[in-house]
């Protein structure tokens, strides 16, 4: 390997793990930012190495313009997409839920609140609120002027914050809403997990149309308690459910006879379950067999 590229592999896999959660956190897809790094790496190869400064702003710069070309297709394939689109979720490390910015920032909640976004906002929303840069370096990312830059991240920021959670929630109150659901699996006493239950609870379930699920969103806690009256106890037949740690957040894998068939994440605004999210899309649970990194 000559200098060149071996100057060029040491700064990419120095900042890949910044990289794939910049573009996670874009298209709200691992196997999608897991390509966005792939095309990232061959336009990099193809760098001058000594025209750049500072290799890191230079290569988020690349990954955000091929997350937002990607997003805008991402955003036909989502148009014809059979029933609720729910991001691909992450096995993560224990110590991801210590940061609480980038907890946040992964959650399954968050990245719903992103896809109201438009493509633009959601880059410029990501590189200014999570990852901190500065005008200039989002201006040369987007194809913006730093004035623009400035407006649309206030836009976004104002929009977000309409519709983020309305706490910092801690894994203790995900974990404990988690706990009420593995015990009624395991005890088939659904009172626990009820009680949890916000009035407004909304239950999104994806199947991609590969697997069975609800088409459309379950809103309310009467509508959300009837299809758990009937789902979590068949699942006590023939299922299991397993904590882990995904997005940054405590969350169950769901296993039928030893087969991972889902992951189930909450969001909670002030003690109770406001959403329940669970994705059964056998193309989206390929992360969670092993830890994911992310980074800011």
Do not use: C
């Not at 999608?32 to 702003?57: F, H, I």
């Not at 395991?186 to 994806?206: C, H, I, N, S, Y």
């Not at 009256?229 to 039928?256: C, D, K, T, Y």
């Amino acid at each position: 390997m000559d200098q060149s590229a071996d100057r060029a592999t040491t700064a990419f896999v120095a900042h890949r793990n910044l990289l794939f959660t910049v573009a996670y956190e874009m298209l709200g897809s691992a196997a999608d930012a897991e390509d966005v790094l792939q095309e990232t790496w061959l336009k990099w190869t193809g760098v001058d190495l000594d025209e750049v400064r500072e290799p890191r702003a230079y290569l988020v710069r690349i990954t955000t313009r091929q997350a937002l070309m990607r997003l805008r297709s991402l955003k036909r394939r989502k148009e014809e997409y059979v029933g609720p689109w729910l991001p691909e979720p992450l096995l993560t490390a224990p110590d991801v839920a210590e940061n609480v910015e980038l907890a946040e920032s992964v959650s399954t909640a968050m990245l719903l609140v992103l896809e109201t976004l438009g493509p633009t906002e959601r880059a410029v929303f990501v590189l200014r609120e999570v990852f901190a840069l500065g005008y200039d370096e989002i201006a040369a990312a987007v194809d913006k002027s730093p004035a623009a830059v400035r407006q649309i991240a206030h836009r976004a920021r104002s929009h977000v914050a309409a519709r983020r959670p309305r706490e910092k929630v801690t894994s203790d109150a995900a974990q404990d809403a988690l706990d009420a659901f593995r015990r009624a699996v395991e005890t088939g006493d659904l009172q626990g997990l009820f009680d949890k239950l916000a009035p407004d609870v909304v239950m999104l379930t994806d199947g991609g149309g590969l697997k069975q699920a609800q088409l459309n969103p379950l809103v309310g806690v009467e509508e959300v308690g009837r299809f758990l009256e009937f789902a979590v106890p068949n699942l006590a037949g023939v299922g299991s459910v397993e904590p882990v740690q995904a997005n940054g957040s405590p969350a169950l894998i769901v296993r039928i006879g030893g087969e991972i068939d889902g992951v189930l994440t909450v969001r909670i605004d002030d003690g109770l379950i406001t959403g329940l999210y669970h994705v059964r899309n056998p193309e989206k649970l390929s992360h969670i067999g092993r830890e994911t990194p992310v980074s800011r």
